[in-house]
Structure formats: C-alpha cells, structure tokens
C-alpha cells in the first residue's frame, strides 16, 4: 500500500496572520485561500492548512527540509524580525543553530508558538 502525506491542519488564532508568516518566512507563494481554509503548499505536494479556532492553542511542531542556500535566508529573516531561536528542541541553546547530521538546524516560534523548524538535512543522513 503506497501513501503520501497531503495536508495537515494548523490550527491558529488568527489563520491569515500565521498562513503569511510561514509563507514569508520560507519563501513560499502567499497563502490560497480553499474553503475557510489559508493554505501554504510545499513543493512535494504537502500543503499546511491553516483555520481559525477560539480559545488556546496546542503548540505543534512542523520541521521543513530546506537547502543550505535557503537556510541563510531563513536565518537572517529570523534574525531581522526579532524572533527568538534555539538550535534545540528543549529551548537550551538560545541564539544558536545545529549541525545535526552535518547539516544545519533552527527552531522558532510562529505567531501561536507552534514549533517550527528548519533543517538542511534529514535525520540519521549524516554525522553529528
């Protein structure tokens, strides 16, 4: 049996605002809207969804595959907004980046401190 990931919803306190923040800050096309949805697409046929909800929201965390190029510009937009980052899930190592697996790592907060991050390379694919 063969099967892909297609979408995944995201919920948020205000879907426009963190559809256009995670568009931005990847470099991606703005946000489409699909029903009530703010949909982010991804070039392997992923799409994040983004949809309102009232009351709190339960942080999630969503990592992005990124090349190395790419991570640069992701970094300074990171660091031109302000945004606080750590180069670990646990929130140890304020200010800083990784290099897991030989590659290079971030974590950031959207604006409903869902966890984002991204990294240049998988998992387990190298040393580190």
């Known amino acids: 049996m063969a099967a892909q990931l297609n979408h995944t919803i995201v919920w948020s306190s205000d879907q426009t ?4 923040f995670l568009a931005e800050m990847l470099g991606r096309p703005e946000p489409v809207r699909f029903g ?3 949909v ?52 140890h190592h304020p200010g800083e980046i990784n290099h897991n697996d030989g590659g290079r790592g971030v974590y950031f907060p959207d604006p409903d401190d869902h966890y984002l991050e991204v990294i240049t390379r998988p998992y387990g694919s190298g040393t580190g």
């Open 36 to 38: 009530h949805f703010d």
């Open 40 to 91: 982010v697409e991804f070039d392997n046929g992923v799409s994040l969804d983004f949809a309102s909800v009232e009351g709190p929201i339960r942080p999630q965390h969503y990592a992005f595959l990124i090349s190395e190029a790419d991570f640069d510009t992701v970094l300074t937009r990171i660091r031109k907004r302000g945004l606080e980052h750590w180069a670990d899930p646990m929130r």
């Open 17 to 20: 605002k963190s559809a256009r």
